[in-house]
């Protein structure tokens, strides 16, 4: 299973990768490794793959020092760090069109359990999942999967794009979080988990543009026509995929995301609310400002990235109504990190943030946001587009109301647990957020709190895990018929 996209960020792509990694980890008929691998830096060279006794040939100090390398390449950045990998490019579609595959060397958890536990998956798990995750074995692809991806986009302007081979030859299944830039061997089945079609369908709020859509498109048009399985998130983001690509009707199904452990409906108070705001706040907040944040101030929340396509823009006008109308003492708090164009979102924020009216927080850990979650006055989830949304479901199950825009997945995996609006009307935003905070009408809050609690365990773990035991099993039992 592919772990370069726990590499970064708590929440997303990143969290479900940890948390599908610990499912499969305690599946008794399923052996699970970690497919290590880096964006941009070419990895040194893990264990031999394949050898009688494991050892191939190397002593003992000798074995620690090639995952201390794999260790260092990972995280330390050398000046030459980019020559090195537009050779091993170059080298790459050689071997390529020599018919030679890209070998996985291995990596052995003992005695690098703190680094993987650390590095992958504390952000996101519990430390009692310590042993589950980092006693399973890991194996190292070198080539960056940017220079993967580059290679195809370089190669296809000269007629057809070179995509390497790993060798993977000694698994049944591999599963990636993205469309893979890579084949894999005949005898392993590939699973590409999808999780929305946003570069191909809504590409002007993508980063990167041009790279990012070509690299979505391209790695994604190849997995197709090499026969993978499309998981997707949500059955909204299944139709967008069969929107494009209608062939894979048959080769895709839905299986939803679980949602973390850490969130559940507890009797916490808000006395901490102070300490989390002065200290996750990404802007130095004045003696005054910081007077403005009491346990009893009543906030708006949304947790996202901070990009275009998650629409804070009019959540922002919406709010502002609101205090303008009726809610003086309303505050906005934004948790997530600073994506692409925020430039434009953080100055429209900044006015309000430098009165101590509005918030950005960014790394809360996932205890700190569940208590963000449960004394919001609503959660509000504005975005655009979306291939699942957790933070809907996580404050759901964290005991309060969301708001959401009303598009499919919102409608599809929030069911009828939360209060939706048109995403490109202030005005209807600031409707719908009035109707589940107006004191007036406690009816309809309490009336989603508890719709929420029934609607969000369907994404534990207990309920998701099941699914994907019986797809793995199917799977395997069509290669081995075949």
Not at 276 to 302: C, D, F, H
Request: hydrophobic share 40%; with cysteine.
């Amino acid at each position: 299973m592919e772990m370069r996209p726990a590499l970064e960020g708590h929440a997303g792509i990143p969290q479900e990768t940890r948390l599908l990694f610990r499912g499969l980890s305690l599946l008794d008929n399923v052996e699970v490794e970690g497919l290590l691998q880096s964006n941009q830096w070419v990895l040194a060279r893990g264990l031999p793959p394949r050898v009688a006794d494991d050892s191939g040939g190397l002593k003992t100090h000798q074995r620690f020092n090639r995952m201390g390398r794999v260790v260092i390449s990972m995280e330390q950045v050398f000046w030459h760090v980019r020559l090195r990998a537009t050779l091993c490019t170059m080298a790459m579609a050689l071997r390529h069109l020599l018919g030679v595959k890209e070998a996985l060397t291995r990596f052995e958890s003992p005695h690098f359990e703190d680094y993987l536990w650390r590095r992958f998956f504390a952000r996101t798990l519990p430390a009692a999942d310590y042993d589950t995750v980092t006693g399973n074995a890991f194996r190292v692809a070198r080539i960056p999967w940017n220079a993967m991806h580059i290679c195809a986009m370089v190669t296809s302007y000269l007629g057809a794009p070179l995509y390497p081979t790993l060798d993977t030859s000694d698994f049944d299944l591999m599963i990636s979080e993205t469309p893979y830039p890579a084949t894999v061997s005949k005898r392993t089945k590939l699973i590409v988990r999808y999780h929305d079609a946003i570069p191909l369908l809504m590409p002007h709020t993508i980063s990167d543009r041009h790279y990012h859509h070509a690299f979505h498109y391209g790695a994604l048009r190849k997995n197709a026509a090499n026969g993978a399985w499309f998981v997707c998130v949500s059955e909204a983001t299944r139709r967008d995929l069969l929107s494009v690509f209608p062939q894979l009707e048959k080769r895709s199904l839905t299986i939803h995301n679980m949602v973390s452990h850490h969130y559940f409906h507890d009797a916490s108070s808000p006395d901490r609310l102070p300490e989390i705001v002065k200290t996750r706040s990404t802007s130095r907040l004045s003696p005054q400002v910081q007077a403005r944040v009491t346990p009893q101030m009543q906030y708006l929340l949304i947790v996202s990235t901070i990009e275009p396509r998650k629409n804070h823009l009019t959540l922002l006008s919406a709010w502002e109504s609101l205090r303008a109308r009726q809610y003086p003492g309303l505050k906005l708090m934004v948790v997530g990190r600073r994506g692409w164009h925020h430039h434009s979102i953080i100055r429209k924020f900044r006015p309000w943030m430098e009165q101590g009216e509005a918030f950005v927080l960014e790394d809360v850990p996932a205890p700190d946001l569940r208590l963000l979650y449960k004394h919001s006055a609503a959660t509000v989830c504005p975005s655009l587009g979306e291939g699942f949304d957790f933070s809907g479901i996580e404050a759901m199950m964290s005991g309060t109301a969301v708001a959401a825009s009303d598009i499919g997945v919102h409608r599809e995996i929030y069911r009828e647990a939360a209060e939706y609006f048109n995403p490109y009307s202030a005005e209807d935003v600031a409707k719908a957020i009035g109707s589940v905070i107006d004191p007036a009408n406690r009816g309809r809050r309490d009336e989603l709190v508890a719709l929420g609690a029934e609607v969000a365990p369907r994404y534990r773990y207990e309920e998701i895990l099941p699914q994907w035991q019986e797809f793995l099993r199917t799977i395997c039992s069509r290669s081995e018929a075949v």
